[in-house]
């Protein structure tokens, strides 16, 4: 018979061939890219972007005060110019589920004041590009030579 072993002999030769066996799992592919349609050799993350298109039509009865008052029209058009770039977004970035959502939610509900700002703020660029140019060729601000 033979003798019994002690806990860390048997522990010295057990760790090392279990530390040989194990084998590292592969990395899956994220949730995001599981379900990927190709729509003229662009692959489309079809889930996501069901997330995003429902982020955006869950958010927009929450949208604020300044947004009702619109006509049905106007509300349709704002939230569809939000769909277009949440998917958009989606398509190009490949966010995960939680993230995508989380800015569609985001999008819908403050949509039209994203426009309204992006508007703004276009319009403040375009006039003082005309102010330059104004100024670059000597006329003021009602169109006579300064």
Known sequence: MSEPMSFSHFLLGWVPALAASVVAPSVAPPLADTMLIEVGGVPIP???CLLGFLGVLMARPLARKSESA??????ALVT???????ELWIVESRPRWLFAFVIALGLGFSGYSLIELLGDQMRDFLKDIVGKARGAIGLGKDGTDT
């Open 80 to 86: 569809a110019i939000m769909l277009v770039l949440v």
């Open 46 to 48: 079809a889930i996501t």
């Open 70 to 75: 619109l006509s049905w029209p106007m509300f």
